[in-house]
């Protein structure tokens, strides 16, 4: 469980109260099930924006890709608003999508992000429109206070609060529960995305970060496709992903 990233005050307490292995599962799924939501797709405002956020790699782009893949297949209408201006390959990046996925596009590279979460939110005519931002480590102050700017100005223009996802990459274990914290700090998370779960995870970082923080995990990215967004599957997690580690 240590080497899984249980963390040691959750592997103690979980290994001092489970009698064997089943009961170890089933005291993990009593943990995880009641956090276990899923995309939204009827929304009250037009448009809904979805801002995706979270450590440099963890997938936001590709996640972006995925939403509005997933979106449009709800019958949607979606717009992308390219809010990573700081990485130069990011835009390029995120246009292939939208033009494969025909989804208008905003961006701006010689711009500050929330100018172009600004320009996005008063110019789109579409159902949702999902915001990208840029990678960063959540010690970096400025940063993050970039990340509650680009909030603000969205909920100043929409007068309604974003939709925020933060994305976790499975393998990385690390400092999960301390990322999720100060993130939910600067731009109050309505849930998490974990992603790479195909690549093998380090899945005592989700329970932990459940067990101490009251958010839904309300996807799981298991690929580099579009298709691959899925409902967390507490089932397969604990028969493939555990057993595994
Ligand atoms: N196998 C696998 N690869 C993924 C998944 N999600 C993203 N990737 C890959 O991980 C890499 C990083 O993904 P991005 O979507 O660019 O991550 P990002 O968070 O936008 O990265 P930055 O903008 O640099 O912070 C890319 O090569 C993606 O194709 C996933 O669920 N499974
Ligand atoms: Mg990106």
Sequence with gaps: ?????????????????ATDYDDLCNKIRAIISPHI???????????????????NGSGKTTTVAKLAHYLQNAGLSVSI??????????????FVWAEKLKCKFYSGKSMNPASVAYTACTQTNDDVLLVDTAGRLQNNTNLM???????SVITKITKCDPISY???????GQNIVQQIEIFNNAC???????NKTDCGTKCGCVVRAIDTLNL??????????VQALQKFDIDRFLKYELIQN
């Design 216 to 225: 839904p995990i309300v996807a799981v990215g298991n690929g580099e496709n």
């Design 188 to 194: 109050k998370l309505s849930g998490i995305i974990l």
């Design 81 to 94: 608003a390219a809010c990573d201006t700081f990485r130069a390959a990011a835009e390029e990046q995120l």
């Design 145 to 151: 206070a970039e990340l509650s700017k680009i909030r």
């Design 37 to 55: 939501s899923s995309i939204p797709t009827t929304f009250l405002t037009k448009p809904t924006v979805i801002m995706l956020v979270g450590v």
């Design 166 to 172: 933060i994305t976790i990459d499975a393998t990385s």
């Design 1 to 17: 469980m240590i080497e899984a990233d249980f963390g040691p005050k959750l592997a103690e307490k979980l290994s001092r109260s």
